[in-house]
């Protein structure tokens, strides 16, 4: 069963850039043509997604967040990611990495990291 | 772009059935059927339970079901049972080739 894990900083002060790192076991990122994605939940509100991308680096971005927002992928690693710059206290939640059910779509995340939870405080 | 529009707050008691809409525009929950349902207990990982509008993934109870009409699109939970309690989200496809949630829907089981 694929599985995805969080990894990055708890804290980071704002104005300066968040990087996460989504790490994918039990599967090749690259072998199958799904996107991966990266939806947030800040405390207290609802689901935000951020970006996806596709295995072959094709890119979609929340309106929002496009212009502070970068995600990418590394085969190599079997890992994507994702930069979020000039954070602001906004920009605290909780992140998750997830993976459609279905492959070539968007949307119907199945499989999800455990979640991290990120602060912006200086 | 907006969240899609689902009710704060629902709530049934065990063995009801309980609904919840979701609503959006053209530009995603009617243009396309590329409608999801999440369900999220505090502290986990949200869990699908609806995909492409009506279809439940494998091992998702079948109390579980999607419907759309226009702009808006429900999920219906049948013969509710405690563990349900949970907040509950929609997402969509959009025409801009992005993904909306709705701001979620807390369901109580009385």
């Known amino acids: 069963q694929l599985q995805l894990q969080e990894s990055g900083p708890g804290l980071v002060k704002p104005s300066e850039t968040l990087s996460l790192t989504c790490t994918v076991s039990?599967?090749?990122?690259?072998?199958?043509?799904?996107?991966w994605g990266w939806i947030r939940q800040p405390p207290g509100k609802g689901l935000e997604w951020i970006a996806s991308?596709?295995?072959?680096?094709?890119?979609h971005y929340n309106p929002s967040l496009k212009s502070r927002a970068t995600i990418s992928i590394d085969t190599s690693k079997n890992q994507f990611s994702l930069n979020l710059t000039s954070v602001t206290a906004s920009d605290t939640a909780v992140y998750y990495c997830?993976?459609?059910?279905?492959?070539?779509?968007?949307?119907?995340?199945?499989?999800w990291g455990q979640g991290i939870r990120v602060t912006v405080s200086s | 772009q907006s969240a899609l529009t689902q009710p704060a707050s629902v709530s049934g008691s065990p063995g009801q059935s309980i609904t919840i809409s979701c609503t959006g525009t053209?530009?995603?929950?009617?243009?396309?059927?590329?409608v999801s349902w999440y369900q999220h207990h505090p502290g986990k990982a949200p869990k699908l339970i609806i995909y492409?509008?009506?279809n439940r993934p494998s091992g998702v109870s079948n109390r579980f079901s999607g419907s759309k009409s226009g702009n808006t699109a429900s999920l219906t939970i049948s013969g509710l049972q405690s563990e349900d309690e949970a907040d509950y989200y929609c997402?969509?496809?959009?025409?801009?080739?992005?993904?909306?949630f709705g701001g979620g829907t807390e369901l109580t089981v009385l």
């Open positions: 997830a993976r459609p059910y279905v492959s070539v779509q968007l949307d119907g995340f199945d499989i």
């Open positions: 039990d599967g090749s990122i690259s072998s199958s043509t799904y996107y």
């Open positions: 991308i596709y295995f072959s680096g094709s890119t």
């Open positions: 053209s530009s995603d929950v009617g243009g396309y059927n590329y």
């Open positions: 492409d509008v009506n």
């Open positions: 997402s969509s496809y959009t025409r801009s080739s992005t993904l909306l």
